[in-house]
């Protein structure tokens, strides 16, 4: 696990862990995250489907697919360490937010929100009147009818 080519940005690690996931190429997959990946998800128990396509627990069944709609890098030096944002959507009720944390082209720690709205809060950068201090925001469709709560990720 993790023997990542370390020329690659740690956009491009996240970009071919979900190519390889679409792929079902279980081998590239383990080849990029780090053997003791340290994973937190926050939403309903039924989309828990990172993990079980992680762990091999969907094998044979109906998988969940993640096509990422936007996917950004944000703290950190790339290739060195730092962070990966992807968000999605599939149908209507789904909607989910990664973030992956990596550290010389491995991901080590992995956050997944579902039906989330997530703001990312970089905490090396100095606050100040003048500035924004989100580094990403979740741009979940939100039905007039249906709310989601929100959450701040501090890396």
Same mark, same amino acid.
Not at 25 to 53: I, K, N, S, Y
Not at 57 to 77: C, H, I, L, M
Not at 124 to 132: F, H, I, Y
């Given at each position: ?12 690690? &996240? ?41 091999? @627990? ?28 992807? @968000? ?31 703001? &990312? ?15 990403? @925001? ?18």
């Amino acid at each position: 696990m993790g023997k990542h080519a370390p020329c690659k940005s740690n956009r491009d690690v &996240v970009e071919s862990l979900y190519a390889s996931l679409a792929r079902g190429d279980a081998a590239a997959v383990t080849a990029l995250l780090a053997a003791d990946v340290d994973w937190w998800f926050h939403g309903p128990r039924r989309c828990q489907h990172m993990r079980r396509l992680l762990t091999g @627990e969907s094998a044979g069944a109906a998988a969940f697919r993640f096509a990422p709609a936007r996917v950004a890098e944000v703290g950190g030096v790339s290739g060195e360490g730092g962070w990966v944002v992807a @968000e999605g959507w599939a149908g209507e009720h789904d909607y989910w937010v990664h973030a992956w944390c990596l550290r010389d082209g491995v991901i080590t720690s992995f956050r997944e929100y579902f039906n989330t709205s997530v703001t &990312v809060r970089e905490l090396s950068l100095p606050a100040t009147k003048d500035m924004v201090w989100a580094v990403w @925001e979740s741009q979940s469709p939100s039905p007039k009818a249906r709310s989601m709560p929100g959450l701040v990720l501090a890396i």
